[in-house]
Nanobody
Framework: QVQLVESGGGLVQAGGSLRLSCAVS????????MGWFRQAPGKEREFVAA????????YYADPVKGRFTISRANAKNTVYLQMNSLKPEDTAVYYC??????????????????WGQGALVNVSE
C-alpha cells in the first residue's frame, strides 16, 4: 500500500509564498508519476500540476502557470509544490496524488490511484 503525507500548508498573505511537500512511502517512488490537486470550499477538486516519474516533464493548470513549480526528489521519496505570488483564490485544500506509470504524465483525477489526506492553504487579502 502506498501512503502519501502532505505538509507545509498554512496561512499566508496575498503575494507570499509557500512550499508544500508530499512524502511517499510503501512502494518504489520512482515508478510513480505525481500530481497536485486542490479543492476550494464549495467547488470541485481541480488539477494543479503534475510531474513525470523522472521529473523531465511537467504540466500546469492555466491559473497557476508562472507562479507554481512542481518538482521531485526521488532519493527522498518526496514531491514538492512551490507556490509564489499567492492569491486569495488559491485558498484550498491541496492534495498530492500518485499514479503508477512511467509511460505518460496524468492530469485527470481518475488516473491517480493513491491520494494524500490534504493540506490547507489559506491566502488572506
Amino acid at each position: 500500500q502506498v501512503q502519501l503525507v502532505e505538509s507545509g500548508g498554512g496561512l499566508v498573505q496575498a503575494g507570499g509564498s509557500l512550499r508544500l511537500s508530499c512524502a511517499v512511502s510503501g512502494r518504489t517512488f520512482s515508478n510513480y508519476a505525481m500530481g497536485w490537486f486542490r479543492q476550494a470550499p464549495g467547488k470541485e477538486r481541480e488539477f494543479v500540476a503534475a510531474i513525470s516519474w523522472n521529473g523531465r516533464s511537467t504540466y500546469y493548470a492555466d491559473p497557476v502557470k508562472g507562479r507554481f513549480t512542481i518538482s521531485r526528489a526521488n532519493a527522498k521519496n518526496t514531491v514538492y509544490l512551490q507556490m509564489n505570488s499567492l492569491k486569495p483564490e488559491d485558498t484550498a485544500v491541496y492534495y498530492c496524488a500518485a499514479d503508477p506509470t512511467r509511460d505518460y504524465v496524468p492530469i485527470l483525477a481518475p488516473q491517480f490511484e493513491f491520494w494524500g489526506q490534504g493540506a490547507l492553504v489559506n491566502v488572506s487579502e
